[in-house]
């Protein structure tokens, strides 16, 4: 059987969020006893909450949903690249020495260890260059392990820019802290929210 990785951070009351955005909760509206056979409960997410995909509406008006975005960006094979440390901004320089022969999807990791008990506010991002010359050499999707591939206090956001203009897919606020660089296969599939900007997922990485 292929080993896998799961990339997900675990999603519950205490995860960090973007500040200003909506923290997980949870409610019982049914509980097992005399009447009732099953639990059921309501949950309230930011749907950028955990391990998540992007939707091109996050950061174009006239972008698609995520239930309109087409899957085969988010499945096939990956390559993780280690950046650890390389400061506010992974740049081209960070990523040359895994550059040779990139399958269409590569995921960075910036992180020695995520933060899942707080939000970074100095989380590493990616240049906006980088991502051009990721798209450059044919690569579809890019994910990271930090919250965001734009710094914090963005307010122009552009590497997500860069992520319209070429039409590329992103995946944010992976968990890579136990994936050694190399080759995978990866399954990361949004859900199929017609009118939402972002989509959670359960993102795992299969060896090949």
Not at 27 to 33: L, P
Not at 164 to 179: A, I, P, Y
Request: glycine share 6%; charged share 20%; proline share 10%.
């Amino acid at each position: 059987m292929k080993k896998l990785w799961d990339i997900s951070p675990s999603i519950d009351a205490l995860s960090p969020v973007f500040p200003g955005d909506t923290a997980y909760s949870q409610r019982w509206v049914a509980s097992i006893g005399p009447g009732c056979p099953v639990n059921v409960s309501a949950i309230t997410l930011s749907p950028h909450m955990g391990a998540h995909a992007d939707a091109p509406l996050h950061y174009d008006p006239a972008g698609a949903a995520i239930g309109a975005v087409d899957l085969q960006a988010f499945i096939g094979p990956c390559r993780v690249i280690h950046a650890i440390g390389c400061g506010p901004l992974v740049k081209p320089e960070h990523l040359a020495h895994a550059m040779n022969g990139l399958p269409p999807r590569v995921l960075v990791r910036v992180y020695q260890r995520m933060p899942q008990d707080r939000f970074d506010h100095t989380l590493p991002a990616f240049a906006p260059e980088t991502v051009a010359l990721l798209a450059d050499r044919g690569v579809v999707l890019v994910g990271i392990d930090s919250a965001s591939v734009d710094p914090a206090d963005s307010k122009t956001l552009d590497s997500h820019q860069v992520l319209r203009q070429r039409g590329l897919r992103v995946l944010e606020n992976l968990l890579l802290d136990e994936v050694p660089e190399g080759d995978y296969e990866l399954i990361a599939l949004p859900l199929k929210l017609t009118t939402a900007d972002a989509s959670p997922v359960r993102a795992v990485l299969r060896e090949l």
